[in-house]
């Protein structure tokens, strides 16, 4: 391939990175605010009101059911066939669009661990070229680093902290490590790996975890338990289906606060239901 076509492909592909990113935002502003106009688009991208109005001529060109222009608002709105096509529509995409520039969002901080890169990249490069990991490794029920070898497939994240999960030598079984506590000046390639995901069975389990509102709650408050997570109705109550590998299903049980069962139904307000209860408690 020529200089000048390896050039222009480059160019291309961003050209059509930048045409996403401002579609993206043209998509979420239309969906959560209701309307776009040229005038964001330039302070949000720093551009000029000429091109902000070249983006949305561009967007409609491409999709020309899409958005229908209000006069009163001087803005465009969503018309009756719009579709999505560069964003899921979310809340959480919006939000990370808009909160750096929109002062009546508050975001929670929760402490997660910040991990030096030094230490991930030997982890990484492990699980790229499959490759078992000396490592030294320090628990809660033995704060004192010692030596490990591990086979290691998947990084993960709990919401609050970083996992690796590997074949770990010294249990012979797969486990989940927390990348924070592993000492990464130590950290080797020792060889080829002889286990990967294919051979952890609650990897590749993949379970159902069907949640419904506290049987204590009175109907009105189930529905609204309800309205909150997504749930459908099934079998005269409500119920949440949420797929998760088996290996991961502590996390997700935690994350949901089912790990406990609190007194008060108001507080609890979500349960697993009584039969995922027994048809999971082999994982619990």
Known sequence: ?????????????????????????????VIWEGSIAATAIAQYFEISQQLAGHVINKYKNLYPEHLAFNGALEHYVA?????????????????????????????????IRKLDPKLVRPI???IRDKQRLSIQYASVSNPDYASRTIQPHNLVFDGL???????????????????SRFNGDSASISGDAQYSAEQDTLW????????????????????????????????????????VRAALLMYLMQRLRLDRYHEKAEIQQITVSPVCRDRLQAYL
């Open 161 to 179: 902290r970083w996992h690796v999960r590997a074949y770990c030598e010294k249990n012979q079984a797969y486990r989940d490590f927390v990348l």
């Open 1 to 29: 391939m020529g200089k000048n076509m390896s050039g222009h492909l480059k160019q291309q592909q961003e050209n059509s990175t930048i045409d996403h990113k401002r579609f993206q935002f043209l998509e979420l502003l």
């Open 79 to 111: 018309s009756d066939g719009f579709v999505m096509q560069h964003c899921l529509g979310s809340l959480d995409e919006y939000i990370a669009l808009s909160n750096d520039s929109n002062p009546q969002i508050e975001m929670l901080v929760t402490p």
């Open 124 to 126: 990484l490069k492990s």
């Open 204 to 243: 590749n389990d993949i379970l159902d975890l069907e949640i419904t509102p506290d049987a204590r709650l009175d109907d009105n408050r189930k529905c609204i338990i309800a309205m909150d997570y997504d749930m459908h109705v099934a079998d005269g109550g409500f119920v949440k289906i949420i797929k």
